[in-house]
């Protein structure tokens, strides 16, 4: 690693050209393709390839050469929280009813969203890893990108009415995944080169909050509450528009109770 030319750190110019290339482009594209298409199958299926494609050049990337051959160490395997869901994009793909899986888009829009967009703002793989002129670096940003890009999309294609219990789920589905984590990382002997879903340690050194300084339990309640935060912010107008409905609906139960 020490010879890596061109390293792409946090907030480097070439991590800020990514940031203001990519995220708008996401946007947008989610934007006009849900206008021009709506929910369509193709674009699931798209993004599941490109997935498949970017998690195969990864594993590939990851892969070390030892005395009795090669190995693939534990964090190249899907458990963080953007590689699985590569996973989970292929069981939207060949879903015959996508409105038969509304937990699973609860949980997939906000973690899609906010999920990829951590690892394009926070690009701990790439910091680690990954030079300028290296294949991985771009595969690592296009990947976060396609993403948050699908997030946008199953949610403005409206492939189900979200609710605000979608957002609670949400919420709770996230959790479970970091609890999982925690297991996934415990299995590995608590490796920090391992650090499935950033449990073990900060995704980078020096973050003002994401940082052990007062300890892991302080660092996991910080990852807690930007996560929730983020999928607040997914769900905002969904609260927005459902929060005064459910108001009326408990003032009209305790009316007729």
């Not at 967009?117 to 991985?136: Q, V």
């Not at 996560?227 to 997914?234: A, D, Q, S």
Request: proline share 6%.
């Amino acid at each position: 690693m020490a010879n890596i030319q061109y390293p792409v750190t946090i907030f480097s110019v070439p991590h800020l050209l990514f940031l203001a290339v990519l995220l708008p482009v996401a946007i947008l594209s989610a934007f006009y393709l849900s206008k021009k298409y709506g929910f369509t199958k193709k674009i699931i299926w798209m993004c599941a390839i490109i997935g498949l494609i970017c998690e195969l050049e990864r594993m590939f990337f990851f892969m070390e050469e030892t005395a009795g051959g090669y190995r693939l160490p534990g964090n190249s395997l899907p458990f963080n929280q953007c590689p699985f869901q590569v996973i989970l994009i292929f069981i939207l793909a060949f879903s015959e009813n996508i409105k038969k899986h509304k937990l699973l888009l609860s949980f997939m829009y906000p973690s899609l969203v906010g999920g990829a967009f951590i690892g394009i703002l926070i690009p701990s793989a790439t910091t680690y890893y990954h030079g300028l002129l290296e294949l991985a670096t771009y595969r690592y940003f296009f990947f976060h990108a396609m993403l948050m890009f699908l997030g946008f999309y199953l949610y403005l294609s409206k492939p189900i009415q979200y609710d605000i219990k979608d957002y609670v789920t949400g919420i709770f589905f996230n959790f479970i995944s970091l609890i999982f984590a925690v297991w996934i990382n415990a299995f590995f002997g608590w490796d920090p080169e391992v650090n499935h879903m950033f449990v073990v340690r900060p995704p980078i050194e020096g973050l003002p909050i994401l940082n052990f300084n007062k300890g892991w339990l302080f660092y996991m309640f910080h990852m807690v509450w930007i996560g929730v935060l983020l999928i607040t912010l997914c769900y905002l107008p969904v609260i927005i528009k459902d929060t005064p409905i459910l108001i009326k609906t408990i003032k009209e139960k305790r009316k007729k109770q």
